[in-house]
């Protein structure tokens, strides 16, 4: 198992690391910030079987996504578990981001340009078959510089699927109603379905999708047809986008090419050249 992984040339060298301080908070452990090399990182903490075969797999998959709108992985060490090593994103999550900002300090342009950054990491992973799974504005990061990318993909989600019980702890009101049924369906159509979610989320500054409703009715509603209103103030060729993304059939949702092409139509409209 390691052979493969220094094969690979992703195993970094604990010594060289150094650890900073606790950034935030995983469902596995902690993510502290820290410096590799002169570059600023961040760690993840993982407790895990790491020589599970998931680990490779994705481990090798994860050497071949660069993609200026996915979080970069810079490798992983074996210590107590594992660590993930990666760029760090100093502006947190977009949902934390968008909450304790508001309306008032983030513009209508600011908002298209993340869910443009997004559906770019998005494509690329589509143009890769790579499904994420847990798409949400929780699982984007931002960049000093505003850049928003996609987070939580490969290594973490090959972690949660060798440790317990998954359907526990479904992602319900980010979830394609295929996604939710009894055995598990997940494409690149459930991952557009959680795209609109997650345009409903940058849209309305981080609120809880399908605000005062329970996990069941979500659930319940959603199979019968019910879908979210456009946030306040929304733009009405983003509403029109995210119910698309909510379309029941999953093939008659769009790709992620088709709503990259969207979007950077709609931000050409209002940032001319
Ligand atoms: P999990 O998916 O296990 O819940 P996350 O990857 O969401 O863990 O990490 C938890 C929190 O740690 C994030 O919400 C974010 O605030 C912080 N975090 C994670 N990765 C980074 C990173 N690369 N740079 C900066 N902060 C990060």
Redesign the pocket.
Same mark, same amino acid.
């Given at each position: 198992a390691e052979m493969e992984l220094t094969k690979a040339g992703w195993l970094l060298d604990i010594t060289v690391l150094k650890l900073g301080h606790i /950034? !935030? =908070?995983? =469902?596995?452990?902690a993510?502290f %910030?820290g410096e590799y090399l002169a570059q600023r990182?961040?760690v @993840?903490t /993982?407790k895990c079987d790491v020589t599970a075969q998931a680990f490779l797999q994705e481990a090798t998959v994860m050497t071949k996504l660069q993609h200026k709108n996915l979080?970069r992985l810079l490798g992983v060490i074996l210590h107590k578990g594992l660590l993930i090593v *990666? =760029?760090?994103? *100093? @502006? !947190? #999550?977009l949902? #934390?981001f968008l909450r304790t900002r508001g309306r008032s300090l983030v513009g209508s342009v600011q908002l298209l340009r993340f869910a443009l950054d997004v559906c770019e990491g998005m494509a690329y992973l589509e143009s890769k078959k790579l499904v994420h799974r %847990?798409l949400a504005a929780? #699982?984007v990061?931002l960049s000093d510089d505003d850049v928003a990318k996609v +987070? %939580?993909f490969g290594l *973490?989600r090959a972690? +949660?699927r060798v440790s317990d019980d998954q359907r526990a702890k479904l992602p319900v009101r980010w979830s394609a109603p295929e996604a939710l049924t009894k055995e598990v369906k997940y494409s690149t159509k459930s991952d557009v379905w959680s795209y609109g979610i997650l345009l409903w989320e940058i849209f309305s500054y981080g609120r809880q999708p399908y605000p005062k409703m329970s996990l069941k009715e979500v659930m319940e509603r959603v199979e019968g047809g019910f879908r979210m209103e456009a946030p306040e103030d929304c733009l009405p060729a983003i509403y029109a986008l995210m119910t698309i993304c909510w379309a029941k059939e999953p093939r008659r949702r769009p790709t992620f090419h088709k709503m990259r092409e969207k979007l950077e139509q709609e931000m050409k409209k209002r940032c001319p050249g």
């Open positions: /950034i !935030g =908070e995983g =469902e596995f452990g993510v %910030d990182v961040a @993840k /993982i979080v *990666t =760029e760090l994103m *100093t @502006k !947190g #999550n949902a #934390n %847990d929780r #699982n990061l +987070s %939580d *973490t972690a +949660s």
